[in-house]
């Protein structure tokens, strides 16, 4: 276990349907992540919370909407997406925003039908 | 813009056949380079930081090094359990020395290691 749990580990959902990812850390880390991994591209960085504070948007569309209601919990609320949306979401978390050294979650995977 | 470009894109070698990643980069400035493992189906494993040109840090059979252009992941010996996606990203500063925690990540370099 890596510290930060992330469920869960797969889903599989219509485009007409609403869900959520759940992320958890026990580390005691103030800074949160969602990062955006499809096959063949870089990760993504989606969005980062600093101390429950929403800190960055990386021009993710809205049907993608993030909730940080403490500093050891992070949420993806997903509703109407896309086929192309289909990829793994990692949560990662680090003791600040200016320390790189990330623990990262293992991930949803997500399939969009 | 900051970029990350990984390669070779995927390396097989034999047991023991030693190899080395690169990571280039260009960043308006630097607060550090990170290396990270990923095994299939799982998130990435957090392996070195580097903050500096000069820099080396190992582990086991890994050794990374920073230039001020570029990062080596050096592989001694390796094993098929060194099989993964090894990914490179950067932390980058702005003018007033304030990152915001955003890495920007390379696509990887696949390694395979045959027995």
């Known amino acids: 276990e890596t510290g930060v749990t992330q469920t869960p580990r797969h889903l599989v959902m219509g485009m007409t349907n609403k869900k959520s990812l759940k992320c958890e850390q026990h580390?005691?880390?103030?800074?949160m992540y969602w990062y955006k991994q499809s096959a063949k591209k870089p990760l993504e960085l989606m969005f980062v919370?600093?101390?429950?504070?929403?800190?960055e948007n990386n021009s993710v569309p809205s049907r993608f909407s993030p909730e940080c209601p403490n500093s050891s919990h992070l949420f993806l609320h997903l509703h109407t997406l896309q086929p192309e949306d289909s990829a793994l979401y990692l949560c990662?978390?680090?003791?600040?925003?200016?320390?790189?050294?990330?623990?990262f979650g293992s991930g949803t995977r997500l399939t969009v039908v | 813009e900051d970029q990350v470009t990984q390669s070779p894109e995927a390396l097989r070698l034999q047991e023991g056949e030693s190899s080395s990643l690169n990571c280039s980069y260009t960043?308006?400035?630097?607060?550090?380079l990170f290396w990270y493992r990923q095994d299939p189906g799982k998130g990435p494993e957090f392996l070195f930081t580097?903050?500096?040109a000069g820099e080396e840090k190992e582990k086991e059979r890994l050794k990374a090094t920073l230039t001020k252009k570029e990062s080596f992941l050096h592989i001694t010996a390796p094993k098929p359990e060194d099989s993964a996606t090894y990914l490179c990203?950067?932390?980058?500063?702005?003018?007033?020395?304030?990152?915001?925690?955003?890495?920007?990540f390379g696509q990887g370099t696949i390694l395979t290691v045959h027995p």
């Open positions: 990662a978390s680090s003791r600040d925003r200016d320390i790189g050294g990330y623990t």
């Open positions: 580390l005691g880390h103030n800074a």
């Open positions: 919370y600093n101390f429950k504070e929403q800190t």
């Open positions: 960043v308006s400035g630097l607060r550090g």
């Open positions: 580097l903050y500096s």
């Open positions: 990203a950067v932390q980058v500063v702005n003018a007033g020395g304030t990152s915001y925690g955003k890495l920007t």
